[in-house]
């Protein structure tokens, strides 16, 4: 058993923000007064870590390929890739997620809303990583081309699901113009709302990672079986 | 002897009274897991859930560990 200390962590913090997260009074004003959200803002403490600790994976998936292209080390290689696959599937947890709180709160399950449309193309982004990944046999050329197409792919995310949302109107806070909810970040997000919220992303962020690692030892085990077999 | 039946009578009538009374209060007041709309109930299913896969995950780190000892 190496160290465990931060799987607890995370046991921890994702028990605190589910019981806190339910029962926490809610800013009655921005929940029942300026939106329609009532308390369906709750899933604010479980939709967006989503995105968060999606952000963060890839993130990490970005720093091994750097990492493989400046040393190709088939492990790097190996990080890139889980980091990278667990991060994609939190994205569309985040999707599907965001697909039903749209549904009861803007009308629609799909509203084409640039920030939806936008995470779609960028999860399609990554789903394309696997695909050219998988294409091709060669261990050194798969890892060089997967690595340089993770750094494109990353620098498409960002402003695919950051940065271009904010320039249009949008449903999702954030967006230029009226429309829409109130922002539940910067002044509007309260501070009870803060307390649960961090924890969260924290606590999802860790469980991915930890669910990540498991991948990476059942991959090198694999890798070792093979080359003892050579 | 009569005061004491008197007295018993008395007793009983308190007793059914406050029974009725705690009735009437429950029907009013939502305890346990029936309380604040029956919120706790989906608090109840949702860290159930968790926890489940949470010991799932567990499980899981451990069969690697021990597989990790087998191959070295």
């Known amino acids: 058993m190496r160290r465990y200390w931060w799987k607890i962590l995370s046991i921890v913090l994702l028990l605190y923000t589910f019981i806190a997260g339910l029962l926490i009074p809610l ?71 965001g697909a039903i709180w749209a549904n009861y709160t803007w009308g629609a399950a799909w509203s084409n809303d640039p920030k939806q ?41 960002i402003p695919m699901i950051m940065i271009l949302p904010r320039l249009t109107e949008s449903l999702h806070p954030g967006g230029k113009g009226s429309e829409g909810n109130p922002g539940l970040g910067g002044s509007s997000l309260d501070a009870t709302m803060r307390i649960v919220f961090w924890p969260g992303v924290l606590g999802w962020t860790l469980l991915a ?19 003892v077999n050579f | 002897m009569k005061q004491l039946i008197v007295t018993l009578i008395v007793l009983f009538a308190r007793l059914v009274a406050n029974a009725q009374d705690s009735l009437n209060h429950a029907a009013q007041q939502p305890t346990g897991l029936n309380a604040g709309n029956k919120i706790y109930v989906v608090l ?29």
């Not at chain 1, 989503?50 to 993130?59: D, E, N, Y």
């Not at chain 1, 080390?73 to 999707?95: Q, S």
Request: glycine share 4%.
């Open chain 1, 27 to 97: 800013p009655y004003k921005t929940a029942y007064e300026d939106s329609n959200l009532y308390e369906s803002m709750r899933n604010f403490f479980f939709h967006v870590p989503m995105w968060f600790g999606q952000l963060i994976l890839i993130t990490v998936s970005l720093v091994y390929s750097i990492k493989y292209l400046r040393k190709p080390d088939i492990t790097y290689d190996f990080y890139a890739t889980e980091f990278a696959r667990t991060g994609t599937v939190m994205g569309c947890l985040g999707l599907i997620t």
């Open chain 1, 117 to 157: 449309i936008g995470a779609a193309i960028a999860l399609l982004i990554y789903v394309a990583y696997f695909v050219l990944r998988n294409s091709m046999t060669d261990m050194d050329k798969r890892g060089r081309v997967a690595a340089v197409y993770n750094i494109f792919a990353y620098f498409i995310y």
């Open chain 1, 209 to 227: 990672t930890w669910i990540t690692t498991l991948r990476l030892r059942v991959r090198l085990l694999e890798e070792k079986k093979h080359t």
């Open chain 2, 44 to 72: 109840v299913v949702a860290v159930t859930i968790l926890i489940g896969l949470l010991l799932y995950v567990a499980r899981l780190d451990r069969k690697i560990s021990k597989l990790e000892k087998h191959s070295s």
